[in-house]
């Protein structure tokens, strides 16, 4: 069994920065993700890692802006969003895959094993 924890989330203003983190704990994971979800709309993709090569990917609104990181030692992903916009207002929620064969990081939320609890980002204008 697997158990993703996030923290971080908080209220911040337009322009500024927040850094999610996500604790692992349990089994180990081949691929993690972030993905947010606003009021009335589907779970999104925002960002994912691929422990195979460490490969990387993120959503077209979030590329220069957000990152995505790992500390393995930790069993820890971040996501260090900066110039944050109205638009990202949204909860965040970690979630982790426990079997992958191939190297792609995968963006729906139907190919995820393991989901945490989410964490609120609000972003004032």
């Known amino acids: 069994q697997v158990q993703l924890v996030e923290s971080g989330g908080g209220l911040v203003q337009a322009g500024g920065s927040l850094r999610l983190s996500c604790v692992a704990s349990?089994?180990?994971?081949?691929?993690m993700a972030w993905f947010r979800q606003a009021p009335g709309k589907e779970r999104l993709f925002v960002a994912g890692?691929?422990?195979?090569?460490?490969?990387?990917a993120y959503a077209d609104s979030v590329k220069g802006r957000f990152t995505i990181s790992t500390n393995n030692a930790k069993n820890t992903v971040y996501l260090q969003m900066n110039s944050l916009q109205s638009e990202d207002t949204a909860v965040y929620y970690c979630?982790?895959?426990?079997?992958?064969?191939?190297?792609?990081?995968?963006?729906?939320?139907?190919?995820?094993?393991?989901w945490g609890q989410g964490t609120q980002v609000t972003v004032s204008s």
């Open positions: 979630a982790g895959r426990h079997i992958q064969h191939d190297g792609s990081v995968r963006q729906g939320p139907n190919e995820y094993d393991y």
């Open positions: 349990g089994r180990a994971l081949s691929a």
């Open positions: 890692w691929r422990s195979l090569r460490s490969v990387t």
